[in-house]
Every structure is written in C-alpha cells, then in structure tokens.
C-alpha cells in the first residue's frame, strides 16, 4: 500500500522511490495532445466534446496516467480518507503548474455532503500542500453516485451539478482561468465546469488533473 511504503510524507519533499515507480507520467509524445488519452493521437472524447461544445475548445493536461499504482493512492487518498497522501504529489502539481499562464485557480468543488463525509476537499488539499492560491467560485449543490460506478453513458449523461458563487461573474470575465480536477476520465466533470465558466466570458479557460 503506497501509504506504507512512502515515509517522507511532509511538506516540500520528493517522493520516495517505491512510490515513484508505480505512478507513471503521461508521455505526452504517444498520447492525445488534447487531452492526454493514452497512445490515441485522436481520440473519442476530444471528438465528441467538440461535438457537444463546439464554440470552445478545452485544453487539457493530466500529470499521471491512471493505472493501477494511481488507483491504489487515489483509494487510499480519496476513499479511505488518508489526508497524508496529498503530500505524494504536491510538487508535481506545483511543477505542473508553471506551465501554464493563468490569472485564476478553480478547483472543482465537492458538495457539502461529500466534504462532510470525507473531511477534505481531495484537490483543494493538494493545492495547499503545493502552496497554490486558488479561488472557490464554483459550488456543488447535489451529491452524485461516485463516478467510479457509473458506466461511460451514463457519466455523459449527468446534469450539469455546479452552480457559479456569488461573485463569480466579476472573478471570472476577462480573465484566462485554470480548473484543476483529481481525475479526468470521460471529461463529464471537466465540460460542465468550463461551460459555466464560458458563460461569464472568461479570456481563456484550461484544466489540469492529476491524472488522466
């Protein structure tokens, strides 16, 4: 379990080797250069969001690939609640991060319920290990079913769960932002945020994940 074989579980250190080598980073020379879909140069999803939002394009960057080593830590991390394991990957995300030119963070929120039950916003927690200012201008009124369990259809099918705070309009118009997500599979999550944030007139709108 990642938990036990990493140690250096504080603030501003590099991972531990045994972690490292079972989270696997996107190549981004053998993958969609959209989205990061793995060994894909055209993938599905990009085609059918551009079908479904065809006045925006959404640039998206994952920094690990979800394979088994990514499922046991988001397990651990998100699931079971080992608040800990945010440190494993806070300065990837940090280095991540630079790459990109942004006037604003948005992470994606959690519904009340959720973060009550879980204790901790998953990527809001990571951010701060990273020490990354971000703005909380999108709220979640509604638990849904952990996308975990849901087939492809039926994530594609969900309503759009987020709502823009008080505020938001001002934060957001005429500025390029950055949505930050835990994981982007079918990009459901990802395309609800941006429409929303497209409603407000933004300069530009990008995400980033931990993993893709």
């Not at 499922?71 to 990109?100: C, I, N, P």
């Not at 201008?137 to 769960?161: F, G, N, Y």
């Amino acid at each position: 379990m990642l938990a036990l074989l990493c140690p250096l579980l504080m603030p501003a250190i590099a991972r531990c080797q045994a972690c490292d080598e079972r989270l696997e980073r996107i190549d981004w020379q053998t993958c969609c250069p959209s989205c990061g879909q793995k060994e894909t140069a055209d993938c599905l999803d990009c085609q059918y969001w551009a079908q479904v939002y065809p006045d925006f394009v959404l640039r998206h960057r994952g920094i690990f690939v979800y394979n088994d080593g990514m499922k046991e830590w988001m397990h651990q991390y998100k699931l079971l609640g080992d608040y800990r394991l945010r440190q494993v990957v806070a300065l990837d995300v940090k280095k991540s991060l630079k790459t990109f030119r942004y006037d604003c963070l948005i992470p994606i929120p959690l519904s009340a319920d959720r973060y009550k039950s879980r204790g901790f916003n998953q990527v809001t927690a990571v951010l701060e290990a990273a020490s990354i200012v971000y703005e909380e201008l999108l709220q979640k009124h509604v638990s849904l079913v952990p996308l975990a369990t849901l087939s492809r259809k039926e994530r594609l099918a969900i309503d759009q769960p987020f709502s823009l705070r008080q505020g938001a309009i001002e934060s957001i118009k005429g500025k390029k932002i950055l949505l930050v997500d835990d994981v982007y599979t079918t990009g459901r999550t990802l395309y609800h945020a941006a429409a929303l944030i497209h409603s407000c007139q933004p300069t530009s709108v990008e995400s980033l994940s931990l993993a893709r």
